[in-house]
């Protein structure tokens, strides 16, 4: 376990003293937390990486430094996980913007993000805690509800936010079915105790989606039916 954030920066300085490219993360995850006081520990450092070509850096990098990389376990199915590397008490999941076509590094998170690491080659940036917020809602670890449950309580966030960057990204990728993930995590949270102002906007656009499946279930039936 990672108990400081003094030794994710010492990280960061190794890996930017391997690169040979100007690259930029985006920390997202339990070292977000970490670093804002809201965590004790954290096992994973989540980065995203906005171009393939910063993707394909830092991963050389990390495999030079001796972190190997492992397969993406049943947990990240709706993140599409890029990858994750180990190197002993060091876990890094690594993200790109372009993950298949879903849930993405937006401009807006990106303009929200703080710049806290600038060094020769590597500049970190830690996203704002509506949007860490939001990612850790598309996972099904556990531990990322806690997450949620630990922002909602100190962060305030601001959550028109929150369902602004939802909408947004669901208009660009054309994936509304992430509605429904991030309804189910929401339901959780709600049953925890957790206020939730958005949640009759987000249980409007679940209505709507399942609304469309059915009648685009609906219509393929009928056309099956036809051709029978």
Request: charged residues 30%.
């Amino acid at each position: 376990m990672i108990t400081t954030f003094k030794e994710i920066e010492n990280l960061f300085g190794e890996i930017n003293n391997s690169m040979y490219k100007k690259t930029g993360v985006y920390v997202i995850g339990g070292a977000a937390l970490l670093r804002r006081g809201m965590k004790a520990a954290t096992k994973d450092i989540d980065i995203v990486v906005a171009t393939k070509n910063e993707f394909f850096a830092i991963q050389d990098v990390l495999t030079k430094i001796n972190f190997v990389s492992q397969t993406p376990g049943k947990e990240y199915a709706h993140m599409n996980l890029s990858q994750i590397f180990q190197r002993k008490d060091f876990r890094i999941d690594l993200f790109e913007k372009e993950v298949c076509g879903r849930f993405s590094l937006s401009k807006e998170m990106m303009k929200r993000a703080e710049m806290i690491i600038k060094l020769s080659h590597l500049t970190v940036f830690l996203c704002s805690s509506e949007d860490i917020f939001l990612f850790k809602t598309m996972t099904e670890r556990e531990g990322d509800i806690t997450d949620c449950i630990s922002i909602a309580a100190t962060q305030n966030p601001n959550w028109a936010v929150i369902l602004e960057e939802l909408q947004s990204q669901i208009k660009q990728s054309k994936q509304d079915v992430w509605v429904t993930w991030v309804g189910e995590r929401l339901d959780i949270l709600s049953e925890r105790g957790v206020d939730i102002p958005i949640m009759n906007e987000v249980d409007k656009l679940r209505e709507e989606y399942f609304e469309r499946y059915d009648k685009i279930h609906h219509q393929s039936s009928r056309l099956l039916d036809s051709k029978k």
